[in-house]
């Protein structure tokens, strides 16, 4: 398959540099490449290159910074989204940069990534992680506090079904916040299945791969289609 000869030529090129842990602009390369859809970012320098590239993106753009040693970027406030005018991405490169230098001093920082703006959306967590025993099992949970306090997620192992990824969407206790509740429309589950199922396809056939962590994806409502606004991937070792 050409996307799987693709992503090994990929991942070879990061091996080469001599690094398991590939940047977010890496890591949603990557998956645009296995057909997930992803905002794609572009590395900037420095200021200027920045500011060309929003032009080229079209506003709004989020920037966010770009580090080897920095993997919670909103953390270091690291991240500013929503920037409309050359002005506005001039103040938050700058702001990043302090940010960074405030909270990460020694971090080496490559500079920043812009990306377009997603609007807001439902936010999901889709993730893989290598299990001992049982090999690349895929995660899936609702957003935020939904994973990080309630750890209201589920597991199945890869490959998967389409079922099985629409199961495992439904098992969740916040499921009806994607079913919509309240008079809330429908969240475009299908596409948020289909994201699943390809974290799965990519573990399975791509064992390099031994962690995958798309945190998050914006569903946006029935019809409408799903993105992975952020993206982390770690190769196996050696
Ligand atoms: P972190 O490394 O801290 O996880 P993220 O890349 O996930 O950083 O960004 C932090 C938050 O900013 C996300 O959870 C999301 O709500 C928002 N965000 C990130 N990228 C975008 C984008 N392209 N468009 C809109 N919102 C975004
Ligand atoms: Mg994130």
């Known amino acids: 398959m050409a996307a799987k000869k693709s992503v090994l030529e990929f991942i070879s090129s990061i091996k080469a540099k001599k690094r398991r842990e590939l940047l977010e602009f890496e890591a949603k390369k990557l998956i645009s490449i296995w057909g997930i ?6 590395l900037a320098h420095d200021v200027q290159e920045a500011v060309k590239l929003a032009r080229e993106i079209k506003y709004p753009v989020v920037l966010k910074v770009a580090s080897p040693d920095i993997i919670h970027k909103s953390d270091v406030r690291g991240v500013k989204v929503g920037l409309s005018s050359e002005l506005d991405v001039k103040h938050a490169f ?25 609007p807001p959306a439902r936010e ?64 475009d589950i299908e596409a948020l299945a289909d994201i699943i199922q390809r974290v799965g396809q990519l573990a399975a056939e791509v064992p390099e791969i031994v962690e995958m962590d798309l945190n998050p994806v914006f569903v946006f409502d029935k019809g409408k289609g799903a993105v992975a606004v952020d993206a982390r991937i770690v190769l196996r070792e050696g």
Request: no cysteine; proline share 6%.
């Open 124 to 187: 999901v967590v889709v993730g893989m992680v290598h299990d001992k025993t049982f090999g690349p099992t895929v995660m899936f949970g609702l957003g935020g506090v939904w994973v990080d306090v309630m750890k209201d997620v589920s597991f199945r192992l890869a490959p998967l079904t389409r079922d099985d990824a629409l199961e495992m969407i439904s098992e969740v206790k916040g499921y009806p916040l994607l079913t919509g509740t309240r008079g809330a429309p429908p969240a």
């Open 37 to 42: 859809h992803t905002t794609h970012a572009e």
């Open 94 to 118: 700058e702001e990043i940069m302090a940010n960074v230098r405030a909270n990460k001093p020694n971090a080496n920082v490559l500079g920043v990534t812009v990306q377009e703006y997603v």
